[in-house]
């Protein structure tokens, strides 16, 4: 076998594993590692006594579905407050980019006392890719895009700042993103609902999967001593 393959993959192997293992310990050591994160307006800042812990860079598409605008209305338009997500969140190591987290919609299936009554269908939902663990948030503010640093692209989707609403640790007990309390979504790109195509009755049905990339910031309450 090529010496120049095997050392590679060797390579890729070990950050591989180095960036599991920076993920996980950042994750259960937050006062240790906090992760740095911009300054952000206080409408979509984590309440005083949280900290960020895991941030993923994302990619992704929001899904849209032309509906009519009210029951029986013969005018329609984009589902903009209900967008599907569908996103994968990748951090950078030796130059290599690593898949930690997914991001879609699915049931919550452990609601904490700020998940709404009834519970939606579906809530934004992010699932670790290392250990499965998943949390589940609903967003409590915004900011358009284009009017604050950590949210520079104008016509992108809005920044948010997203409170968790139900978590669940992994089948192997896994809890990477079990202790989130907060999410940010920063530094928003693309995403946004056409501005046409969803007029009439006679577009109602129609979908799309508009590209985005975003930043997102996990935090943690650091009185949360069960994951020191």
């Known amino acids: 076998m090529n010496d120049t393959f095997c050392q590679t993959g060797m390579k890729t192997a070990l950050a591989a ?3 599991i293992g920076c993920s996980l310990g950042c994750a259960t050591r937050a006062h240790a590692q906090e992760i740095p994160h911009p300054e952000t307006s206080t409408l979509i800042t984590p ?14 598409t929001q899904g849209y579905v032309c509906l009519p605008v ?6 329609a338009s984009w589902t903009v407050n209900n967008a599907r997500p569908e996103a994968t969140l990748f951090t950078t190591f030796l130059d290599v980019q690593f898949q930690i987290i997914t991001h879609f919609l699915s049931p919550d299936a452990h609601p904490n006392k700020f998940a709404p009554s009834p519970l939606p269908f579906g809530s934004a939902t992010w699932q670790s890719s290392m250990d499965s663990s998943k949390v589940w948030a609903q967003t409590v503010h915004s900011v ?6 950590a949210c520079p692209n104008a016509g992108a989707i809005p920044c948010l700042l997203l409170q968790a609403i139900g978590s669940e640790d992994g089948p192997g007990h896994g809890a990477t993103l079990t202790p989130t309390t907060f999410i940010q ?3 928003t790109k693309g995403g946004s609902a056409p501005v046409d195509g969803c007029f009439e009755g006679s577009d109602v049905g129609k979908q799309t999967l508009v ?9 943690r309450d650091n009185t949360d001593r069960s994951q020191r």
């Open 144 to 149: 358009p895009a284009g009017s604050e640093a």
């Open 70 to 75: 009210s029951p029986g209305s013969s005018t």
């Open 211 to 219: 590209p985005y990339t975003a930043d997102y910031y996990f935090f």
């Open 185 to 187: 979504r920063l530094n």
């Open 47 to 60: 309440d005083a006594g949280n900290s960020a812990f895991l941030v993923g860079h994302a990619t992704g």
């Open 17 to 19: 594993a180095l960036v």
